[in-house]
């Protein structure tokens, strides 16, 4: 049996029953005494929720403190602010604020002076999808059955990925895979990026840090997950990579809009449709 810290769970008792289905998870994994990951979610209407996702750096004690202080911060920080300033704009500030005060905080107390946290937030409105993210976490869509990662990981291995100087495949098992160019508390600003898309009904969102992209590949993660409802995906997705001896924490949210979103599939350019055609008549030929 694996230990798992308290994911932390803000529901407005007050609000209508929610339009989508949730869920988070954390986990040791099978080759760690402590966990640096962190996660939680807030449900602020039927139609708005926020989900946190962090993995801490910096050592023992300053990975778990970075990443806690990461996802309580964020979420106060949204539930705090003005609804009028919208979605995108709430998580962004809330994701610097998390930055500003573990960077204070490091600075005042020489135990947790290299501490930081990859930081990566969603919040679903009104069936739009916002991101803020920092580090190597990830966010996924699901759609159709088909996943595709929609952040971009902040290590340096990764970048070398972007600009054709490594694979993939040779990036899954390099030794400094984890080596990140970019986290949360280490500057007192730090870059976010931000990302913004329409959802469609039956779209699932999976948030993810590294200890379970690592062991499972993305056709994976949507093969484990496939039919599952949140908590259930949550489980069997870290008990796959359990199996396979995962040696890190691994941490996963998901999240399924259940409602229609007024939202419709854009259809791809005519000149891409008529290469489509003419491809599968050439096929035949």
């Not at 023992?60 to 309580?72: D, I, T």
Request: with cysteine.
């Amino acid at each position: 049996m694996t230990a798992q810290p308290p994911s932390l769970e803000l529901v407005d008792q007050a609000a209508p029953p929610a339009n989508f289905d949730i869920a988070v998870l954390s986990d040791l994994g099978t080759n760690r005494e402590n966990n640096e990951d962190a996660c939680g979610f807030w449900i602020e209407s039927a139609d708005t929720v926020v989900l946190v996702v962090a993995d801490g750096i910096g050592g023992y004690e300053g990975g778990e403190v970075a990443s806690q202080m990461a996802v309580e911060i964020t979420l106060a920080s949204y539930r705090e602010s003005p609804p009028a300033w919208g979605p995108a704009k709430r998580l962004a500030r809330a994701v610097q604020r998390a930055n500003i005060e573990i960077h204070n905080r490091a600075l005042t107390v020489p135990e947790l002076r290299r501490m930081g946290t990859t930081l990566t937030a969603i919040a679903v409105s009104d069936g739009m999808l916002h991101a803020a993210h920092v580090g190597d976490c990830r966010v996924y869509l699901i759609r159709r059955n088909r996943i595709k990662q929609i952040t971009k990981d902040h290590t340096m291995v990764q970048e070398k990925v972007r600009m054709g100087m490594m694979s993939a495949a040779r990036a899954r098992t390099h030794p400094e895979r984890s080596a990140l160019t970019r986290s949360v508390g280490h500057e007192l600003i730090v870059s976010v990026d931000r990302i913004t898309l329409p959802l469609l009904q039956h779209d699932r969102i999976l948030v993810c840090s590294d200890g379970l992209h690592g062991v499972l590949e993305d056709h994976e993660l949507e093969q484990v997950s496939r039919g599952l409802r949140a908590e259930a995906a949550c489980s069997r997705l870290i008990e796959v990579a359990n199996e396979r001896g995962t040696a890190d924490n691994l941490t996963v949210g998901f999240f399924t809009m259940d409602a229609p979103t007024g939202h419709h599939e854009l259809k791809p350019p005519l000149w891409r449709r008529l290469t489509r055609i003419f491809s599968r008549s050439a096929a035949l030929t």
